[in-house]
């Protein structure tokens, strides 16, 4: 087993790919967010979620995020206490925002080369994809 934490980090993308690619889009139960949080578990981080399935829709997630006391999932985020950086200088393993067409956001896994994994409404599961607009970045250390 390596140290090396740039290939943990890489391991660790790779089995986020791998657990999430053949789950279909559900929000409260396969997500951006629960992908993101259990890749970040992965990394070693403590994330608290709400119950599987207690939220269905953008409406009643941000309902949830705003009983948490935040206003949204980057707020969410940077309470973890990860360090927000550009997301052009994103290496593999770390987290971005992505826009979408509603307030909630998309969040992203980086897994090298500008390509990130992510939920994307033309792919059953998530998807290696390449944005080409970025809200911001979290480094996943």
Known sequence: MTNDPFILRAN?????LDQWKARPMRLGT??????????LRRLG???KLPASGS????????KALDERGYSSLADA????????IAPASAIVGD????PAEDKLGALVVALGNGRVVGYHEEAIGAAVLQPVKYVTAWRAI
């Not at 396969?30 to 890749?39: E, F, L, N, P, Q």
């Not at 987290?95 to 992505?98: A, D, E, G, K, N």
């Open 45 to 47: 981080h403590k994330v």
């Open 55 to 62: 939220y269905r829709s953008v409406r009643s997630a941000l």
């Open 95 to 98: 987290v971005l925002m992505l």
């Open 77 to 84: 985020l940077d309470a973890m206490g990860l360090e927000r």
């Open 12 to 16: 660790a993308a790779q089995a986020t």
């Open 30 to 39: 396969s997500d951006c967010v629960r992908m993101t949080a259990s890749h």
